[in-house]
């Protein structure tokens, strides 16, 4: 399936839980921009206005500004934004790179209007099988060899010299082995919440809980569709539950979050 086939059912499926017609809408996390874009091409909306703290880092682009859309520099902590200005906030692939999810949700429904909607994705939490989140700086997707090297659930039992002594025997390439080392133990841009850490704070966030959906996966290849078969086995959960983190979390990969905004609340 093309990116822009997966964009298109992305955009149905947020239109199907908020309705995106003839509404004001903000999207946390816009990256380059061609969600918005399209939803603003396709599905009659007043307004669409993206906002991206790594606009001109991690997407090498800058504001610009279109018929019925604009993206611009922003923080979900510090939105920019007046009371009750929008109709719906949407996010994608943006809620496990945001520091204080808590303030970022509590920034969303002030600047929502009363019944106003939330809808997320966000993949993969740090808790599960891939929630490393490793993506070399020079590619954007994940790449199923790096994916490999990494052993299941790793990042979370491993510490950095026993990360690097496991990469070093499956690759001599220094600079890859660097680069992940830096980005499991260094990195700021994934927040390492758990599966249990955000679903405590949606469900305390003072909006309506309107849908949530969680998906599974127990293969580090699963994140691209290529494998399904179980990497979880006797000897790893033992190492992840004695490194603190609990058994019922390491399966899930995603969540899909509706939220809605009630005027008395």
């Known amino acids: 399936m093309s990116d822009n086939e997966q964009l298109k059912m992305l955009a149905e499926r947020i239109d199907s839980h908020i309705h995106l017609a003839g509404k004001k809408v903000l999207e946390i996390g816009c990256g380059n921009g061609d969600l918005l874009k399209l939803i603003a091409e396709s599905y009659d909306i007043a307004h669409i206005t993206g906002v991206d703290s790594s606009l001109s880092g991690w997407w090498g682009i800058g504001e610009s500004v279109g018929a019925n859309w604009s993206v611009c520099d922003g923080n ?14 949407i996010s994608y692939a943006a809620f496990e790179h945001i520091e204080n999810v808590k303030l970022a949700l509590s920034e969303i429904k002030r600047v929502m209007k009363p019944y106003g909607r939330f809808y997320t994705e966000f993949s993969p ?40 002594d496991h990469l070093h025997e ?71 539950v004695s490194a603190g983190y609990d058994a019922t979390d390491i399966g899930v990969l995603s969540m899909m979050v509706l939220l809605e905004k009630y005027e008395s609340i």
């Open 76 to 89: 979900a902590e510090r939105l920019c934004f007046d009371d009750n200005s929008f109709d719906a906030v």
């Open 170 to 240: 499956q690759t001599e390439e220094d600079a890859l082995i660097d680069e992940i080392l830096y980005f499991i133990y260094h990195s700021s841009i994934i927040n390492r919440l758990g599966r249990n850490d955000f679903l405590d704070i949606i469900v305390n966030c003072g909006m309506i809980i309107k849908m949530y959906q969680e998906t599974i996966a127990f293969n580090r290849l699963a994140i691209l569709g290529m494998e399904k078969a179980s990497e979880l086995t006797a000897d790893i959960l033992k190492k992840i």
């Open 125 to 164: 939490i740090w808790t599960s099988i891939v929630g490393h989140h490793f993506v070399a700086k020079d590619e954007t997707l994940f790449n199923p060899s790096h994916l490999k090297l990494i052993p299941p659930w790793g990042h979370l039992y491993m510490n950095e010299l026993q990360m690097h």
